[in-house]
């Protein structure tokens, strides 16, 4: 589920599951302005399973235009923020033992 920044509305998104011989993935939901427009995206983390790489997509609610970034592996928390307040949203990962 994805929360909207306009009161009252809720997004649900599909988020998968697959296990198959291509291999298995998780989808989890990782909300954030990440365009800046001060409106939620709607963002999914791909995870699969055995393969390190985590894949985060974002329908980016200034131009509907889609956003793949490579960031973080399998295991890592996804804690996306703000962090250096230019009022866009983050990648961002926490990871065990750093
Ligand atoms: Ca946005
Ligand atoms: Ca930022």
């Not at 599909?14 to 954030?32: N, R």
Request: glycine share 16%; charged share 20%; hydrophobic share 35%.
């Amino acid at each position: 589920m994805v929360h909207s920044s306009e009161p009252g509305r809720v997004f649900r998104v599909c988020l998968g599951y697959q296990s198959a011989a291509g291999g298995a993935f998780f989808d989890g939901e990782t909300p954030g302005d990440f365009d800046g427009d001060g409106k939620w995206d709607i963002t999914i983390v791909r995870l699969t399973v055995g393969s390190p790489p985590a894949f985060w997509y974002v329908l980016n609610s200034t131009d509907g235009s889609m956003t793949a970034q490579h960031w973080g592996i399998s295991g890592d928390d996804f804690v996306p923020q703000d962090y250096d307040g230019d009022g866009q949203t983050d990648f961002a990962v926490f990871r065990s033992g750093w």
